[in-house]
């Protein structure tokens, strides 16, 4: 369709060249012809027409049909689902092991926190594991409270350390400056 409107364009163009060139030819002054100039004016409607057509947008629908017959969407919706089960057994076995392991550190931080421990003390700290949620929070807030403690006495012991050794620099620095004079 495209191409016979180009062709009809090239063939108004050529009629509109071929009446050009009629009229430059006569050497006589032009002369308005009427029929002439409505051979002209048609061309030129007609041209004005063909344009309009060719600008028309052409609409290209595409249709993506997904049916449950197709054995590749039959196969790769099988493939998603028994992947979604494969990860979802996955994460609930992490999740069971990162529990135990969040467990396992807070009981180890107790017992840094106690300093020693017994093996009685180890199966009471295991049942309150095991058996008493609220008490872990207890026991976590001990244990966090502690070594906020830990670490601010470290602080402190750092900077009275370097008080002291400052203060051992002037000391020698004094010296130094008496044994000068």
Not at 24 to 46: H, M, R, T, Y
Not at 89 to 116: A, H, P, S, W
Not at 153 to 170: F, G, M, S, W
């Amino acid at each position: 369709m495209k191409n016979k409107d180009v062709n009809e364009i090239y063939t108004l163009f050529e009629e509109i060249r071929e009446i050009v060139k009629a009229g430059n030819s006569n050497s006589a002054p032009p002369q308005p012809e009427i029929l002439g100039l409505s051979a002209i004016d048609e061309l030129s409607g007609k041209l004005d027409e063909a344009i309009r057509e060719i600008r028309k947008p052409v609409r290209t629908e595409y249709h993506h049909i997904f049916s449950i017959a197709s054995s590749k969407v039959f196969y790769g919706m099988i493939g998603l689902c028994i992947m979604c089960l494969i990860l979802f057994f996955i994460v609930f076995y992490q999740q069971k092991e990162i529990t135990t392991c969040k467990d396992n550190d807070l009981k180890y931080r107790y017992v840094q926190m106690q300093g020693e421990i017994t093996p009685a003390g180890v199966n009471d700290l295991d049942s309150i594991f095991e058996n008493r949620r609220d008490s872990v929070r207890m026991i976590r807030k001990l244990v966090k409270q502690h070594e906020k403690a830990v670490i601010e006495k470290t602080r402190r012991l750092e900077r009275a350390r370097l008080k002291e050794l400052e203060a051992e620099q002037l000391r020698q620095d004094v010296e130094n400056f008496k044994h000068k004079k």
